[in-house]
């Protein structure tokens, strides 16, 4: 492999010929074969951004323009959007588990863009004095300390607006059609497992949607957590080196861009010091995946069978479920996503201990694991809903002789005779009737227990789904 000699101020380093990055990107690499896997491509196209709203403030400021010709400032624009587009991908391979700050990735950032810049305006970006540097240039009025936790915040409430809340939605409005489509469907409730009284079908998959709604609300708060920015508080949150309307312009630019709210840290010092965002953040997707978990199992349980479990559903066959079972049908996208959920559990406590402990005094140094973390979260329960709404709720079929035959065999049927008998009696009647094997009304009417007209209506069990009437 051909090679190529760069320097840093700890002196000289081999890196790979053709590659943009320099120096202290291939010192992190070398130093960090941990994972040996770079961070995600979000949080990279993020910190691209960012790095474009850093030139674009500082160029409205006047800064820039002290130091290099409008042509190389465009062109620092230009590479810092080509970052944020995804272009270069290939170029940032520093560990997830390298310097707690991201200075590795943030130089890494830096010296792409230099170098990119440098080449757009046509000149040779492996000469060693570079006319656009990455520190003096690119990170103008800059620390990793708050520009990383600034990516961060850019990523995750992106992802959150273009990826989970559209699938959260669709998945919500989904379970709300097949409420609709089975509001006379009737069935046994079930309460500790047990039979409980009557009610649709449609009540219960409306219990679902009405579950998965609420997720959307939590998505939506957990994208509001990540407004604030720390971009201008630098390395302590003093904001020294920095213009004073610096961190409002970046701020502004990044809200304009994205179309996303974001603003100014209330607090440089808690911004640059603390994750308090990502760790509320990321509480609230944890709210996500438990009611993901929940939904997804109890789907898994209404589909169980066919002919030895309650079946009130079908799911879509979707493969073979059994490697020795012939025929066997399992529900492997409600599995799917119950794993899913049950990771991004783990990843909460993840972020939990890098919140609480992974930072002292004005630094976090847990901030590359966090940001990964966060984003895993995101992107898993983002694809994991599409495909279950897809193909697994859109397909469900209701099956209403099941959910039905077992209405009339249950002995929660008393519970609608307690105003008429009393609960004692109503009681003893239950144990009898599973005593005999008889069902509630064969019972009643054995022992008049009331008039036939009058037992008719109290053992409607489509009244029993809803409030008694006024009379």
């Given amino acids: 492999m051909k090679e190529r000699i760069e320097r840093d101020s700890m002196g000289e380093v081999r890196l790979p010929a053709e590659v943009y990055y320099g120096a202290q990107t291939q010192r992190a690499v070398e130093n960090f074969p941990i994972a040996l896997s770079p961070l995600p491509g979000k949080m990279i196209q993020a910190m691209g951004l960012v790095k474009w709203a850093c030139a674009s403030a500082n160029q409205e400021l006047g800064l820039l323009g002290k130091k290099l010709e409008n042509s190389q400032i465009q062109a620092i624009l230009t590479a810092a959007l080509e970052v944020a587009d995804g272009n270069l991908a290939d170029q940032f391979p520093v560990d997830i588990y390298q310097t707690g700050s991201g200075t590795s990735t943030n130089m890494n950032v830096n010296e792409v863009i230099a170098n990119r810049a440098i080449e757009l305006c046509g000149g040779n970006r492996f000469e060693m004095k570079k006319p656009i540097h990455p520190n003096d240039h690119i990170n103008m009025g800059q620390s990793t300390n708050d520009i990383f936790p600034t990516a961060i915040h850019v990523a995750g409430a992106r992802t959150i607006r273009e990826n989970l809340i559209p699938a959260l939605c669709a998945c919500a409005a989904e379970l709300r ?101 990502v760790v509320r953040c990321h509480a609230l997707l944890k709210s996500v995946a438990v009611t993901l978990m929940n939904v997804a199992n109890n789907i898994r ?150 008039p036939p007209e009058t037992l008719s209506v109290a053992l409607d069990p489509m009244k029993m789904t809803r409030p008694l009437e006024e009379k």
């Avoid at 169980?304 to 559903?313: D, F, L, T, V």
Wanted: charge should be negative; include cysteine; glycine fraction near 8%.
């Fill in 301 to 450: 349980w209404l589909g169980s069978g066919p002919r030895c479990g309650y079946y009130e559903i079908a799911l879509p066959d979707l493969q073979p479920g059994s490697s020795i079972m012939p025929g066997k049908v399992n529900p492997v996208l409600c599995e799917s996503m119950i794993q899913t959920a049950a990771r991004v559990m783990g990843n909460d406590a993840t972020i939990t201990v890098c919140g609480a402990t992974g930072g002292q005094f004005q630094l976090n140094i847990t901030m590359p694991l966090m940001s990964a973390v966060l984003l895993e979260s995101v992107e898993l329960m983002s694809r994991c809903v599409d495909v279950f709404t897809k193909n697994c709720v859109a397909g469900l079929v209701a099956n209403r002789e099941k959910c039905e035959e077992a209405v009339e065999k249950s002995l929660s049927m008393v519970t609608s005779l307690n105003p008429y008998i009393g609960y004692e009696r109503a009681a003893a009647l239950a144990k009898e009737a599973f005593k005999t094997g008889k069902t509630i009304r064969e019972l009643c009417l054995e022992q008049e227990v009331l």
């Fill in 177 to 277: 059609k097949k409420a609709a489509m089975w509001a006379d469907v009737l069935k046994i409730g079930r309460t500790h497992l047990a039979d409980a009284t009557p009610m649709t079908l449609g009540q219960e998959f409306g219990s679902f949607a009405r579950q998965m709604e609420l997720a959307v609300e939590d998505a939506r708060n957990a994208e509001k957590a990540l407004y604030e920015l720390p971009a201008g508080g630098t390395a302590v949150g003093s904001g020294i080196n920095t213009h004073p309307r610096f961190a409002s312009e970046v701020a502004r630019f990044l809200a304009e861009k994205t179309g996303i709210p974001f603003c100014e840290a209330v607090d440089h010092f808690e911004a640059n010091a603390q994750r308090t965002g």
